[in-house]
């Protein structure tokens, strides 16, 4: 791979592109809500959620007709490879700010805009890092803004994280024992999807935690059902296609010791010899792979008749494959906003089997009123 570095040149270089709107065009993998490609983000995912799936369900509902997760504009754009020449990227967060649903049918346009950097600044990784900030807006076929992702990404010198060899004492992939994956895979199906029954704002309350859900041992088949269904934040292409496109930029691509194949930097996510050359022991999910678990947990909690209205995650940690997460959540503020929706404020956590924390959030979900008679959808549908 290319070993680039923070030189004073790069840097100007790199701040004179600040507010600069990128092109989209080759980056965009879904273009139109169909139900196919509903279907397919929600099996990448791994999300059963009927009112993603079946018609049947979807029209007795609210929607009429069958919804997107929120998490699906993912699989319209989710990034862009961009900037900084040679320096390895890794995504580190996001906030989503959804505004309406997207329904099967709707067509779906993105932007993206690199709004600025801080750094380089110490790093424990890598010595010296830079955080990106980049900001997505999405829209459907009348112009109306569907959600807003502000997103950062850091970056660092691979040499120096290969030097540095944070993770390298992690044992990789994970030993489980039969019986502890039996009772992984009890959990992973006790699955809680509240539904068509709806949570009224009235029988919440502060300290309520929500049922656990459970993703894993990542596997190479759970990677591959995501980049299907969209999730991959850059376009993965086969033979004479992707080699003009390495040809056009070569540190898009390094020649796998293995296979002797190009293989796009990308490939980090289910690539040995990749993962090694970014200072990482093993291959790793995709940050917003994880985010979308984190808007699972919390749709399957507020039913069919809630609105995300907001979630943040800090993607802290790497989740390597054979890693198993545990995704927890819990009331901490219930209260009426200034629109006057009911509203509930969640903390959310993801916890490895090693007791680490690699993605703490948090949300915003507006909840159908009893006493005041509101649903959130009436005023987004």
């Not at 805009?113 to 790093?123: A, L, M, Q």
């Not at 890092?129 to 999405?138: C, G, H, S």
């Not at 070569?250 to 040995?272: C, G, M």
């Not at 090694?276 to 008749?305: E, K, S």
Request: aromatic fraction near 12%; glycine fraction near 8%; include cysteine.
């Amino acid at each position: 791979m290319a070993e680039g570095t923070f030189t004073s040149e790069l840097i100007e270089e790199m701040r004179s592109k600040i507010g600069l709107k990128l092109r989209v065009e080759d980056a965009v993998f879904n273009e139109e809500a169909t139900r196919t490609a509903i279907r397919k983000f929600a099996d990448g995912i791994g999300d059963p959620n009927p009112l993603w799936r079946s018609l049947e369900y979807a029209r007795k509902t609210r929607y009429g007709e069958i919804a997107a997760p929120p998490s699906w504009v993912l699989s319209v754009l989710s990034a862009i490879q961009f900037g900084w020449r040679g320096i390895a990227g890794f995504h580190s967060g996001s906030e989503f700010f959804f505004y309406k649903p997207v329904l099967a049918g709707d067509k779906i346009t993105p932007e993206e805009r690199f709004t600025g950097f801080e750094g380089p600044k110490p790093s424990g990784f890598a010595e010296l890092m830079v955080v990106d900030y980049f900001e997505n807006l999405y829209f459907n076929q009348r112009g109306e803004t569907v959600c807003k992702m502000v997103l950062w990404v850091i970056r660092t010198e691979r040499k120096k994280a290969r030097e540095k060899g944070k993770y390298q004492s992690i044992l990789l992939p994970h030993p489980w024992k039969e019986k502890e994956l039996k009772k992984i895979e009890q959990e992973i199906l006790r699955e809680e999807i509240r539904g068509g029954n709806p949570r009224y704002w009235e029988d919440v309350q502060k300290g309520d935690d929500l049922p656990s859900l459970v993703k894993g041992p990542l596997g190479l088949t759970d990677m591959v059902a995501f980049f299907i269904g969209g999730g991959s934040p850059v376009k993965l292409e086969a033979h004479s296609v992707a080699l003009q496109k390495y040809k056009e930029k070569p540190n898009w691509a390094f020649r796998d010791p293995q296979t002797s194949a190009l293989e796009p930097i990308f490939a980090v996510h289910y690539n040995k010899s990749a993962s090694n050359a970014m200072g990482l022991p093993y291959p790793y999910d995709v940050g917003t792979q994880r985010h979308c678990w984190q808007i699972q947990l919390l749709t399957h909690w507020m039913g069919n008749d809630g609105w995300l209205k907001r979630c943040r995650a800090e993607y802290r940690k790497f989740v390597y494959l054979s890693d198993v997460l545990w995704f927890k959540g819990k009331v901490v503020n219930k209260f009426v906003d200034e629109q006057g929706e009911p509203c509930v404020d969640i903390d959310t956590s993801a916890i490895n089997q090693r007791g680490e924390e690699v993605m703490p959030g948090n949300a915003t979900v507006v909840l159908p009123s009893r006493d005041k008679k509101i649903w959130p959808l009436d005023r987004r549908l």
